[in-house]
C-alpha cells in the first residue's frame, strides 16, 4: 500500500507520545476575548473556543475534533486582506481557480470544492447559493466588519451536512457590543491601468440591558482582471473591465435575551466576455441574488440542557444574465435563470451534565421549491415535464465529547433523508489530548456532497420511475495532528491527511453532444500542512506551509493532469504563505506578508487531435506591504496605505476542469491572469457612543 504510512502514523505517535503521558496533569488552559489580538499571549489564542467544529458552546483550537484555522480581525487588519478571498489565502490548503461566467471559487488541499463541497457560514446563515451550492468569491464580505474566521479545513459534513464535504468557513462578524456607535470605512486599490476595488461599508450598533441591535452594509464595484487574456483557441483580447466583482450586501440583526431576529441580502455581481474558445461581442454580467429572513431562540432550561429553535426563509436566484445575449453569441453562450426558494427549520439541544461529558444534537428539515426559466424566460423543465419541482430532505445529526484520562473522545454522525436519492450519512470520530503545553489529534471522518437541484435536473439519466438516479458523493479523510508550544512566544503545529472522494460529480459530455451530470469514479488527494507563529512584544510573524498530492489511482478525467498524474488540475500541490506585524510605534506598524505558490496545470490550448493542450505554468510570489496607523482623531481613524503583488508575479486563476468534446463551449476556459502591482488605500471610522 503507497498510502499505508499515513495510516499507520496515527497509532505509532498516539502510542509513543500520547499514552505515556497520560498519567500527567493537564493545565488549565489559559482564554481569552480574541478581538484584540496584539494583548493576548499565544497560550491563549490557541486556547480561545471556536464552535464551528462542534456547535453548541464549542471547544479550544486544541481540543477540536477537526483540523482548525482561526483569524482574528487584528489579523486581518494588519495584513491588508480587502475581502475573504485574500482573507482564506492566509489559510494553509486553500487556493483558488475560476469557474464558468466569471465566478470563482476555492481549491481545499487540491480539491476543486466550490459546487457544493465547501459551506460558507455568516453568523449561522448558510451563504452558498441554492441552485448549484456554489459560492462566488472577490471583493466579496466587507472585512472590516468582521470579528473574525473559523475555517475547517477538512470534512464538515458530520455536522453541517452535504454541503461541507471538504471545508467549512464560519465567519463572525463584530456585534452590537463591539461597534457601539457608528462605525464606517472606505477602500480603493488601482493599477496603472485604472481601478480594481472601490468599496465603501458601514456599521450601526447599540447595546443595552437586554436588546442588541447591529446593522451592516457594504457595496462595491471590482475588476478582477487588467491583463490580456488569451483563449484555449489562441484568440486574444483585453480582460480590464469584463469581469466585475461587484458586492451589495446588508445584515441587521435584532437580540432580545435569547431571541435574535435577522435580515440579510446579499448580491453579486460578476461577468465574461468568454465562452470556452470563444471571445464573445461584448462582455455579460452575471447578478447571484440571495436573501435571508431568519427566526432563532436559545433558551436555558437549567445549567447543563440548552435548546436552540430557528426557522430561515431563504430565496436566491444564481446565473441571472443582465441583458439579452447578442444574436452573435446565441451559438456559443447561453444560460438559464434559477429560482429558488427554501423553507428550513431547526431544532439543536446541548447537554453537558458535568465537565467530563457533553452532548449536542438536532433535527433539520429542508423544503426547497424550485423553478427554472431559460434566458428569454420560457419554461426549461424538469424531468417531471414541468418548470418546478420541490424536494425536501430531513437531518438528524448527534454528537457526543467524553473526557477521559487518556484522551477526550468524540463520537458522531448525521443521516439526511432526501426526496429523491433517499438516505446519505456520515460518522465521525476523532481523539485529542491536551497535555501541558502539546497536543495531538487523531480524527477519522465520512464526509458527502449532495447533489445541488439544478445537478439533479441535469442527471445523466432516469429511473425506470422517471426519477434522476444522481447519487451523493462520498468522501472518507483521516488526519493527525500535533501541535507544541515551545516558549511563551513560540507555537508550531502540523498535520497530516488522506481524502478519497469517491462517485465523484462531474459535468460531462458525451458523444453526439449531450450533456449533464454523472457520477464519475475516485479523486482525492493526501498531504501535509504546517504553520509556526512567533509573538513578541515588538509585534508577530506567521508562517505556514502546505503540500498535496494525488492519489495515483485518480481516475475521474475531469481533474487529472495527465503530464503528471500528482497533481489535480489548476491546484499548486506546494504552498508557503509569511506574514508579520512589525510596530513602529505605539499606533504606527509595518505589516509585510509573501504568499508562494508553486506551479500548477492549466489547459491552455488544443492540441492537434482537438484535445486539450494541458500547461504547468510558473510559480507565483505574491508579495505584499502595508503600512497601517491607528491614532489619527485621537484613534477615531484608522488608515491603511499599501501594495499587492509587489513583484509584479505572474498569477492565474485556472480552470480546475477540462473536456476532451469540442462540442462542450463550456468545457475549456485559458487561465485568467490576475492584477499586477495594485496600491491600495484604506480608510476605517470608529465614533463610539457614550
Known amino acids: 500500500m503507497k498510502n499505508a504510512p499515513i495510516f499507520i502514523a496515527p497509532a505509532l505517535l498516539w502510542a509513543c507520545i500520547v499514552a505515556p503521558l497520560a498519567a500527567q496533569e493537564d493545565e488549565k488552559p489559559a482564554q481569552a476575548n480574541i478581538e484584540w489580538f496584539e494583548d493576548i499571549s499565544l497560550e491563549e489564542l490557541v486556547n480561545t473556543k471556536v464552535a464551528v467544529a462542534t456547535g453548541g458552546a464549542g471547544v479550544s483550537q486544541r ?54 463541497k465547501m459551506l460558507l457560514l455568516i453568523d449561522g446563515i448558510e451563504m452558498n447559493e441554492l441552485a448549484y451550492y456554489s459560492l462566488q468569491l472577490g471583493n466579496r464580505v466587507d472585512v472590516g466588519q468582521i470579528d473574525r474566521v473559523e475555517v475547517i479545513r477538512g470534512p464538515g459534513s458530520a455536522r453541517y451536512g452535504g454541503v461541507a464535504e471538504l471545508a467549512v468557513v464560519n465567519i463572525i462578524t463584530r456585534s452590537a457590543k463591539s461597534v457601539q456607535g457608528v462605525a464606517a470605512n472606505g477602500l480603493y486599490s488601482a493599477t496603472e491601468n485604472g481601478y480594481t476595488r472601490r468599496n465603501v461599508a458601514a456599521s450601526a450598533g447599540t447595546s443595552t440591558r437586554n436588546w442588541d441591535i447591529v446593522a451592516h452594509g457594504n457595496y462595491g464595484q471590482g475588476n478582477r482582471s487588467d491583463q490580456p487574456y488569451t483563449t484555449v483557441l489562441g484568440k486574444t483580447f483585453s480582460a480590464n473591465k469584463t469581469q466585475p466583482m461587484n458586492p451589495l450586501h446588508a445584515n441587521v440583526q435584532a437580540s432580545y435575551k435569547g431571541l435574535r431576529l435577522l435580515f440579510m441580502q446579499d448580491n453579486y455581481t460578476t461577468g465574461t466576455q468568454t465562452s470556452g474558445g470563444d471571445v464573445l461581442s461584448k462582455p455579460y454580467k452575471t447578478d447571484f441574488l440571495n436573501s435571508h429572513y431568519d427566526l432563532r431562540y436559545e433558551h436555558k432550561f437549567s445549567s447543563s440542557l440548552t435548546m436552540r429553535t430557528g426557522y430561515n426563509v431563504a430565496s436566491t436566484s444564481s446565473y441571472r444574465v443582465l441583458g439579452a445575449i447578442d444574436s452573435l453569441d446565441a451559438e456559443v453562450y447561453s444560460t438559464y435563470q434559477d429560482k429558488i426558494l427554501r423553507g428550513l427549520g431547526i431544532l439543536h439541544a446541548d447537554y453537558v451534565p458535568n465537565d467530563k461529558v457533553s452532548l449536542y444534537a438536532g433535527l433539520e428539515h429542508r423544503y426547497d421549491w424550485v423553478s427554472k426559466l431559460d434566458i428569454a424566460g420560457e419554461p426549461n423543465l424538469f424531468w417531471n415535464g414541468k418548470n418546478q419541482i420541490a424536494v425536501s430532505f430531513g437531518s438528524v445529526f448527534a454528537q457526543a465529547i467524553w473526557k477521559t484520562r487518556i484522551a477526550t473522545f468524540t463520537f458522531g454522525g448525521r443521516a439526511d433523508r432526501h426526496s429523491i436519492y433517499g438516505i446519505n450519512g456520515a460518522p465521525r470520530f476523532a481523539a485529542t489530548r491536551v497535555f501541558g503545553k502539546s497536543h495531538v489529534k487523531l480524527l477519522a471522518s465520512g464526509s458527502y456532497r449532495s447533489p445541488s437541484p439544478i445537478n439533479l435536473a441535469y442527471s445523466d439519466s432516469l429511473s425506470a420511475a422517471g426519477v434522476p438516479q444522481l447519487r451523493p458523493e462520498r468522501t472518507r479523510v483521516f488526519e493527525i495532528e500535533y501541535g507544541l508550544q515551545l516558549s511563551p512566544k513560540l507555537y508550531v503545529q502540523a498535520n497530516a491527511f488522506t481524502g478519497a472522494i469517491d462517485r465523484v460529480i462531474v459535468y460531462a459530455v458525451y458523444s453526439g453532444g449531450d450533456d449533464g451530470y454523472i457520477n464519475a469514479n475516485r479523486s482525492g488527494s493526501y498531504g501535509l500542512e504546517a504553520e509556526v507563529r512567533y509573538k513578541d512584544k515588538w509585534g508577530y510573524i506567521t508562517a505556514n506551509y502546505s503540500y498535496y498530492e494525488a492519489f495515483s489511482d485518480n481516475n475521474t478525467p475531469n481533474y487529472r493532469v495527465f503530464p503528471d498524474s500528482s497533481y489535480l488540475l489548476g491546484a499548486a500541490p506546494s504552498k508557503f504563505t509569511l506574514k508579520a506585524h512589525i510596530k513602529i510605534g505605539k499606533s504606527l506598524s509595518l505589516d509585510p506578508s509573501c504568499i508562494f505558490l508553486s506551479g500548477k496545470y492549466a489547459v491552455t490550448g488544443v492540441n492537434a487531435d482537438s484535445t486539450a493542450l494541458q500547461t504547468k505554468l510558473a510559480p507565483s510570489n505574491l508579495l505584499n506591504l502595508y503600512v497601517n496607523y491607528t491614532a489619527l482623531w485621537n484613534g477615531r481613524i484608522a488608515i491603511s496605505l499599501g501594495g499587492n503583488n509587489l513583484l509584479a508575479s505572474p498569477y492565474a486563476l485556472p480552470q480546475p476542469y477540462f473536456s476532451n468534446s469540442p462540442a462542450n463551449y463550456f468545457a475549456n476556459d485559458a487561465p485568467l491572469m490576475l492584477p499586477r502591482r495594485e496600491a491600495t488605500l484604506r480608510m476605517a471610522v470608529q465614533l463610539v457612543r457614550k
Do not use: C, H, K
Not at 69 to 83: H, M, P, Y
Not at 91 to 99: H, S
Open 63 to 116: 481540543e477540536a475534533p477537526s483540523i482548525v484555522s482561526l483569524v482574528t480581525a487584528d489579523e486581518i487588519r494588519n495584513s491588508g486582506a480587502r475581502d475573504l478571498m485574500e482573507v482564506l489565502r492566509l489559510v494553509p490548503g486553500i487556493e483558488f481557480g475560476q469557474d464558468i461566467q466569471g465566478v470563482v471559487g476555492m481549491y481545499v488541499r487540491g480539491n476543486w470544492a466550490n459546487d457544493g
